[in-house]
């Protein structure tokens, strides 16, 4: 079997991590630490624990931080990597005279460059509500952090756009009446207008499902590079909204 530390890092912008352990329901996992320092950065150490072998004991502290990184990145709505640095594992082997061996695994992995911009520390009540969200039953297979996670990994800002607009469809049963009417809940104020074909409700159109609208059809007197623009004004708020709506799931 193979147990022991499996260390990963992050470039976390603005963020800082007194030491939080915790302890979540992840199988081959026992326990994490997660800790921010000037001179090492932001480090996640993953503690294994009975492994069949050592590919299994990397794989499965691979996924666990995968798992972590979406959890922190829905949290703080920045994306956020971890990297694997280094494990210091350890295999018990009973050799045939019946005594037990343990053999020692290291490798070293690439790591990236300290974390050298300034951050502020979580206060204690942030920090008890990132260990309780991390030390939740492990939901690795949930769709909806799934989407967050990789909606915030893109870079083109009417990517990013889209990806969050297709999140709340998902969460709305595809239905674009449903969105606004959701996003009017959270937003009284936000920005309608009348729906491009007219809804039997009277629902208005939120500034972001005409956004979406122009990419998906064609809308007469629009444009493409106009309509990056607005959708890069507006991403800030749709963030907020897709977090809420995630937040609302069972």
């Known amino acids: 079997m193979f147990r022991g530390p499996v260390t990963f890092k992050a470039a976390f912008s603005g963020i800082g991590f007194d030491p939080i352990e915790f302890f979540p329901s992840y199988e081959k996992v026992s326990k994490a630490v997660i800790e921010s320092s000037p001179n090492?950065?932001?480090?996640?150490?993953?503690?294994?624990?009975?492994?069949?072998?050592?590919?299994?004991?990397?794989?499965?502290?691979?996924?666990f931080?995968?798992?972590?990184?979406?959890?922190?990145?829905?949290?703080?709505?920045?994306?956020?990597e971890f990297q694997l640095i280094e494990d210091d594992l350890t295999e018990e082997k009973l050799l045939p005279d019946g005594n037990t061996?343990?053999?020692?695994?290291?490798?070293?992995?690439?790591?990236?460059?300290?974390?050298?911009t300034s951050w502020t520390t979580l206060n204690f009540r942030q920090s008890v509500e990132v260990k309780k969200l991390l030390q939740k039953t492990y939901h690795f297979s949930l769709f909806y952090y799934d989407l967050f996670?990789?909606?915030?990994?893109?870079?083109?800002?009417?990517a990013k756009f889209m990806a969050l607009y297709s999140l709340l469809l998902t969460l709305c049963h595809?239905?674009?009446?449903?969105?606004?009417?959701?996003?009017?809940?959270?937003?009284?104020?936000?920005?309608?207008?009348?729906?491009?074909?007219?809804?039997?409700?009277?629902?208005?159109?939120?500034?972001?499902?005409?956004?979406?609208?122009?990419?998906?059809?064609?809308?007469?007197?629009?444009?493409?590079?106009?309509?990056?623009?607005?959708?890069?004004?507006?991403?800030?708020?749709l963030l907020k909204i897709s977090k809420a709506l995630i937040s609302k799931q069972p």
């Open 174 to 237: 595809d239905k674009q009446e449903n969105v606004d009417i959701f996003i009017l809940k959270v937003q009284p104020t936000v920005s309608t207008n009348p729906p491009y074909r007219a809804r039997k409700s009277g629902v208005p159109e939120t500034i972001y499902t005409r956004l979406r609208n122009q990419i998906g059809h064609v809308r007469p007197g629009t444009t493409v590079e106009a309509t990056r623009e607005e959708m890069e004004a507006n991403l800030g708020e």
């Open 149 to 158: 996670y990789s909606a915030l990994g893109l870079t083109d800002p009417l």
């Open 65 to 80: 931080a995968l798992c972590t990184a979406k959890l922190l990145t829905f949290k703080f709505a920045v994306f956020q």
């Open 40 to 63: 090492k950065g932001t480090l996640l150490k993953i503690e294994i624990t009975d492994a069949s072998t050592f590919d299994e004991a990397i794989r499965k502290a691979k996924e």
């Open 101 to 116: 061996a343990v053999i020692h695994h290291c490798i070293v992995g690439v790591g990236i460059g300290v974390n050298t």
